[in-house]
């Protein structure tokens, strides 16, 4: 179990640029139990490259990322036990229903099959999609997809979660859930690395929220701020050095 | 590891593309070959014209040989169309993301797959006995255990060294993150056996389980013991490899 007071996340001047010159340049932050963390930036930014970088997808060329205090690269099932995840390039398998993608997802997470079912029944019914378990996820809205997508990173109960653009494609109602989940789960101690475009559910959800620019921290914001999208545009524009 | 197999399985009994591949090398070369069979024996001349290289007027031998052959050709194609879906589709379907950071590590969801894939080869080989068998009573041959019993085993021999020979499609599906690259091997291999078949032989290990099978099965150029584990050692060491490939698998 994760000690009180050590970062479930500690990203320490993470460096990843590809050859084009996108990527992540010198990032820093960290994931504290309980804490949703928000990252947001226009497209491009870097989100989900520090994501990527989180979860060992691609290397570090320099810098320091420890995930539940583990270092990435030594990161073994132990530690990827407990953490869920659902990024860009992580789609559910179309030829597969719905349950049979959780169950796949459960599985993989190390669950044996009693409890993967138990898991993948009780997923489906916090974020609403039961009804869907036996439609193969071809067949499936995108907002559905997202669902099933963020299902399977939280049905094994993890400590800490990654989420890219989580409430991309979802209607009112499934952003509503997607919130409820999120922050049933940081009372209980689960910390949250997020991306989003949505400033205003960011300002809903979030409790720390930084603002990445050509992949770099260029600083934060208040997520209880009288305007947050004001606050967001000062910064990018700071950084741009264009008038604000 | 367990966790990995029940994974991999699921998708592979799932997957249209196992039951395309399993059905079109157990149905095809004897469909085929009874198809050429029964035209030579009706006087067709373009099928006597066909079955001349590969026919000696032994019953059974002869439709071994048709059946490996054709099994042997088509397998190539086949199996790498199998492997290229099996490791590209995750790059393709934009799935791949999904196998990071879990307990389950990447080198051992490629070696599940790599298990999949053998299990899809055997039951490949028993079912492709069980049409050659039926094939040949269709035909009116008479059944003797002592001479149909080794044919059979032959045939599927040649089908499991096909698929040994199948397996680097796993490795360039891996490296070509999609199912062309395997195709697109599979393509090459069965060009370059024709090319072997005239100038080096069997020791070219993509050419070994077809030349066992057909042209040199019936006369003096038959693959040696050693050329056939040349065919089975190929298949373990582009495995190997791509299991490697995986262990450090990176997206871009």
């Known amino acids: 179990m994760t000690t009180a007071g050590r970062p479930l996340l500690a990203v320490a001047d993470a460096v990843h640029r590809y050859p084009n010159g996108a990527g992540v340049g010198g990032v820093s932050l960290s994931v504290r139990a309980g804490q949703v963390h928000a990252i947001v930036g226009l497209n491009g930014a870097g989100k989900s490259s520090l994501m990527r970088l989180v979860l060992s997808m691609i290397d570090l060329q320099s810098g320091d990322i420890r995930v539940l205090g583990v270092p990435v690269r030594d990161a073994g099932a132990a530690e990827w036990a407990r953490v869920g995840h659902a990024v860009e390039g992580a789609e559910s398998y179309p030829d597969l229903t719905v349950q049979q993608n959780l169950l796949l997802a459960a599985r993989l997470q190390g669950l044996e099959r009693g409890r993967a079912h138990v898991a993948v029944r009780e997923v489906m019914e916090e974020l609403d999609i039961a009804g869907l378990a036996s439609r193969r996820a071809r067949a499936l809205s995108s907002g559905n997809r997202q669902r099933v997508r963020v299902a399977a990173a939280l049905l094994h109960d993890p400590q800490l979660v990654i989420l890219d653009e989580p409430t991309a494609f979802l209607d009112p109602a499934g952003v509503l859930l997607l919130r409820g989940a999120i922050r049933a789960r940081a009372e209980r101690g689960v910390g949250f690395l997020i991306s989003s475009h949505h400033l205003d559910e960011i300002a809903r959800t979030g409790d720390t929220v930084t603002v990445l620019n050509a992949g770099r921290v260029i600083g934060t914001i208040d997520p209880h701020g009288f305007d947050i999208e004001r606050a967001f545009f000062a910064l990018v524009r700071a950084d741009l050095g264009e008038p604000g | ?252």
């Open chain 2, 1 to 252: 590891m367990i966790a990995a197999l029940r994974v991999e399985g699921t998708k592979s009994v799932h997957g249209l593309v196992s039951w395309v591949v399993l059905a079109a090398l157990v149905v095809g070369p004897a469909a085929i070959s009874a198809t050429l069979l029964v035209a030579a024996r009706s006087g067709n001349v373009v099928a006597t014209a066909q079955l001349e290289p590969f026919t000696r007027g032994e019953p059974w031998a002869d439709l071994t040989t048709l059946v490996g052959v054709i099994a042997a050709a088509g397998g190539l194609l086949a199996f790498g169309v199998y492997l290229g879906w099996s490791f590209g589709r995750e790059f393709t379907e934009r799935t791949v993301g999904a196998l990071f950071a879990t307990p389950t590590p990447l080198a051992r969801i490629a070696t599940a797959k790599l298990v999949m894939y053998a299990a899809l080869v055997a039951l490949t080989a028993v079912a492709g006995v069980v049409a050659f068998l039926v094939t040949g009573l269709l035909l009116g041959y008479p059944m003797t255990g002592a001479s149909v019993g080794p044919l059979a085993a032959k045939v599927a021999a040649v089908i499991v060294l096909t698929g040994a020979a199948a397996v680097p499609c796993a490795w360039a599906a891996t490296v070509s993150r999609g199912m062309l690259g395997a195709v697109g091997l599979a393509v090459i291999l069965l060009v370059l056996s024709q090319v072997a078949l005239l100038t080096i032989g069997p020791w070219f290990p993509f050419a070994a389980p077809g030349a066992w099978a057909g042209l040199a099965g019936t006369g003096s150029g038959a693959p040696s013991t050693v050329q056939l584990l040349l065919t089975l050692a190929t298949g373990v060491g582009f495995g190997a490899l791509t299991v490697a490939r995986w262990r450090r698998l990176r997206l871009r």
